[in-house]
């Protein structure tokens, strides 16, 4: 792999953080709408103070070493490894 293609498997991986960190706040956002049996108007309110928590941030981070390692020139099969210990497995072999 080279050089270019390790920046941009990081910087894909920080957006897929990104996204999945989204995702799963606009989850809870309806999931408590849907408990509480009303519109979620407030929606892009909820999803900024969501933004704000330690859960949040904790998803933005967990792949951030992988990512370091790859702009750093890591062997990329060396870190698949520690890419399905850090999805718990859920990525495809």
Do not use: C
């Not at 960190?21 to 989850?27: H, V, Y």
């Amino acid at each position: 792999m080279t050089p270019e293609e390790q920046r941009l498997l990081a910087k894909l991986l920080r957006k897929f953080q990104v996204f999945r960190a989204e995702r799963r706040a606009l989850i809870t956002i309806l999931k408590e709408a849907a408990r509480d049996r009303r519109p979620p108007y407030d929606w892009e309110k909820e999803l900024h103070r969501l933004q704000e928590s330690p859960e949040y941030y904790a998803l933005l981070v967990e792949f951030e070493p992988i990512a370091l390692q790859l702009e750093q020139g890591a062997d990329f099969d060396e870190l698949i490894p520690l890419i399905q210990k850090i999805s718990e497995g859920k990525l495809p072999n």
